[in-house]
């Protein structure tokens, strides 16, 4: 919705953040040191074995959890001199989530999903906006069915038309397609990147598949909660 | 977007899923019960008030063991009050081969002088309210009686050595509680008839009561005069507000046990309120958690919270009201048998109490759980086992 990246066009700046946990065995460092910055427009998968820190990182990359180290600077705003309240306004301004478990709200039906962001950001049309996306996700037939009524696939394309109905300036997915047949997850994996070309918003993708870390800008490689690889796609 | 608005618009989508209905039942219960045992009190209470001043069909009463004294009707002349007598006794009543026992009252001119009778000319017939006491040579029966003694209206009833036709049923007297013909069908005759009857006699049980009415300052003047050493003493004088007052004593008797059953009812409702604000916050804890993920504030959450408490209570107390109005008219009907007098409609202070006692369980049982949503972290969207602190 509104975009406030850097003079150099940076959206997201990760600057030496680590988490760590106090476990009955004493202290547990989940990330450590991890730096890197993310441009306007860029798509980013984070890859990593399991229990590398790749959804910890998602997490404090987007405000829902605070490092314990160092500094994540979203959208312009420095995420840990901001309180709940403050960065959850930067999340409903900045920020769109598709999670791997869907996380629709099985009370509304599909159109009342889409429109959840928007109403919570204040948006007057939202009912209009969200007709508007659902019918770019191929369920303008379906908008009144509930999650229970829906298959997988397109329990997804609901939650990528919510995170793409606000034109966030950063879309955070985790293992989108990690509850999806390999069919199914590619055809929700071209949407979500056909509607990433056309509203520019940067895209940091959670994965475990190399073939979808392979489609974007960008790799950055966890491993034991430090960042392994960076590494650019030839252009 | 405003808390109200977005309020509104997710209590009707969580209403139309069900995710509410338990929480909602459980405040209709409450309300329905409190409501069910207010509205029944209250038209109580109501009706008790109402006969209060006619349970003596007088303001005053004068019992005697001997004829009423000539000088107590002076009395009352003298200081402008209203008198009538009634007497009463208890005999076994005659129709063709059946008898039965029966509380015989003879009424004079002017009885009741407070309140009316009320007639009707057949079993459950339309009511008519009396003109006057029954003529010489008829009888006024209660319903009762005639099944006891299988007659009906027209038929003859051998009361003492007098023969009467029964002209009509006794629905209602304003004394009919007073006295043992409470226990015994009663059966109004002319006061003009006692003496044919032979029932007043040496060693017979008879009860002799004048009744008085006036104003307050005339009956006043008429108990002092009483007091005086030439006039013969009453053997016991009832006043309007000691017969209200057993009355009154009655009522809140039956009033604190209903109340009892209803704080019953309040308790297990607030546990049913309290188990399923936890239930419905815990269900609920996902999607604030998304909620939040998505931009809400904790002051949106508590906001949406509590405005969709009080739609929970608006609802429940509207149709907890009228599910208590409907039972409590099942009760009148099924406690039309011990209730004998027709019940006033109920005020609307049993669901203004009921509503704040709704409110009061809300607050109280359900507001805790869903204050504590507000904590729930947004981290929860990632890792489920994310609770709040």
Known sequence: ?????????????????????????????????????????ETVAIIGPSGAGKSTLL???????????????????????????????VRADSVGFVFQSFHLVPSLNALENVMLPLELAGVDDARRRSNDIIERVGLAERWSHYPSQLSGGEKQRVA??????????????????????????ETIMDLMFDLNRNSSTTLVLVTHDSKLAERCDRIIALDSGKLASDTRAAA | MRPLNFAVRSFGRELRSGEVLVLLSAVILAVGALTAVGFLTDRIGKA?????????????RLRSKDPIPQVWRSLAADNSLQTATTTSMPSVVFAGDNSALSGVVAVSDGYPLRGQVRLTSELFGEQRVAEGIPPPGEVWVE???????????????????????????????????????????????????????????????????????????????????????????????????????????????????????????????????AMSARRF????????????????????????????????????????????????????????????????????????????????????FALPSLLQLRETPPLRVLRHDAMPP
Do not use: C, W
Not at chain 2, 50 to 56: D, G, I, K, T, W
């Open chain 2, 48 to 60: 008790v008030t109402r006969q209060a001043n006619e349970v003596l069909a007088a303001d005053l």
């Open chain 2, 143 to 273: 319903s009762s009686l005639l099944a006891r003694v299988g007659a009906d209206v027209g038929d003859t009833l051998g009361v003492g050595e007098l023969d009467l036709t029964i002209s009509a049923i006794v629905a209602y007297r304003p004394d009919q509680s007073v006295g043992f013909t409470s226990f015994a069908p009663t059966v109004l005759i002319n006061d003009e008839d006692l003496a044919a009857t032979g029932l007043v006699g040496e060693g017979s049980r008879v009860f002799r009561f004048l009744l008085v009415a006036g104003n307050e300052g005339d009956i006043e003047a008429f108990r002092d005069a009483l007091d005086d050493d030439d006039v013969p003493a009453p053997t016991r004088v009832n006043t309007a507000e000691q017969s209200s007052e057993r009355a009154f004593s009655a009522a809140d008797r039956a009033k604190r046990f209903l109340s009892l059953t209803a704080v019953i009812s309040l308790l297990l409702s607030a546990v049913a309120v």
């Open chain 1, 160 to 185: 990528i038309a919510r995170a793409f109905s606000t034109e966030p300036a950063v879309l955070f997915a985790d293992e989108p397609t990690g509850n999806l047949d390999s069919r199914t997850g």
């Open chain 1, 1 to 41: 919705m509104s975009n406030q990246s850097g003079a150099d066009g940076t959206v997201l700046k990760v600057h030496a953040v680590s988490k760590k946990v106090s476990s009955p065995d004493g202290s547990l460092t989940i990330l450590s040191d991890v730096s890197f910055d993310v441009s306007r427009g």
């Open chain 2, 281 to 364: 916050a815990l269900r609920r804890m996902d999607t604030v958690a998304l909620m939040k993920s998505l931009g809400a504030t904790q002051g949106f959450v508590i906001a949406v919270s509590l405005v969709q408490l009080v739609f929970l209570g608006i609802i429940g107390v509207a149709a907890g009201s009228a599910i208590g109005f409907a039972a409590e008219a099942a009760l009148s009907l099924i406690l039309s048998d011990i209730i004998a007098a027709d019940l006033p409609d109920p005020g609307l202070m049993p669901v203004i109490l009921a509503g704040g006692s709704a409110f009061v369980l809300l607050l109280g």
């Open chain 1, 59 to 89: 997490a404090l990359l987007a405000g829902l959890d605070l490092p314990s180290d160092g500094a994540v600077t979203l959208n312009g705003h420095n995420l840990g001199e901001l309180d709940e309240d403050g960065r959850a306004r």
